[in-house]
């Protein structure tokens, strides 16, 4: 039995697009920010540090156990279940490299620029220009990986393309014709978003009952 401990964010939405792509069967916890249920005790045995998304598996033999961020979540399903990664060694290592890109620097980054550029209560000019630059840095690496490859690792569609899509399609509807602009990048988005299991991961948790 999996339970996944969400909110419709990006980061959370990794998680659910990996599972329905996996076919597993998971329950959903919609984890309410807003009312601080990521900081009660219960949930901090999950996830220490507050975060989602989390999972917990309920194993034979009464075992537990825990995985909490989505670069987690990702990693270890796929290997896990030999789906998502590359066979090839040299296409596995670019997987894994844009796999990083999303979980390390495109989703940090989109979601610190948020942070600066419309929760602050103050601007911060040079801040918003940073994060802006950094943001365009990663568009344009994706830019042109999909220039010459139809996924990010190559022939396979895999856990880069999901820890990347979410992202991607956030700053696709924020407004400022970002998909214009990038018309490798618009292709590989649309290819994604037209996958049923990637439509049916981007409505977790609105389609899931509180609780």
Request: charged share 25%; glycine share 10%.
């Amino acid at each position: 039995m999996l339970t996944l401990y969400s909110f419709p964010t990006p980061n959370g939405r990794k998680a659910s697009i990996l599972l329905e792509e996996l076919g597993l069967t998971y329950a959903v916890h919609r984890v309410d920010l807003a009312a601080g249920e990521n900081k009660r005790p219960d949930f901090l045995a999950i996830s220490p540090i507050t975060k989602i998304p989390a999972l917990v598996e309920e194993l034979p033999g009464g075992r537990v156990r825990r995985l909490f961020g989505s670069g987690a979540i990702l990693l270890h399903f796929a290997e896990r279940t030999g789906r998502l990664l590359p066979e090839d060694e040299d296409e596995r290592a670019e997987a894994m490299s844009w796999f990083m890109l999303g979980v390390s620097d495109l989703g940090p980054t989109a979601i610190d620029m948020q942070r600066f550029a419309a929760r602050a209560p103050d601007r911060i000019p040079h801040a918003i220009d940073l994060y802006k630059g950094e943001l365009m840095r990663c568009y344009s690496a994706l830019e042109d990986r999909l220039g010459v490859a139809e996924h990010l690792g190559g022939t396979i569609y895999s856990i880069a393309d999901i820890a990347c899509f979410p992202f991607i399609a956030a700053a696709a509807v924020a407004g400022g014709g970002l998909l214009d602009r990038f018309p490798n990048l618009k292709r590989w988005h649309d290819a994604m978003a037209d996958r049923p299991a990637v439509r049916r991961g981007m409505a977790v948790p609105e389609t899931a009952a509180p609780g």
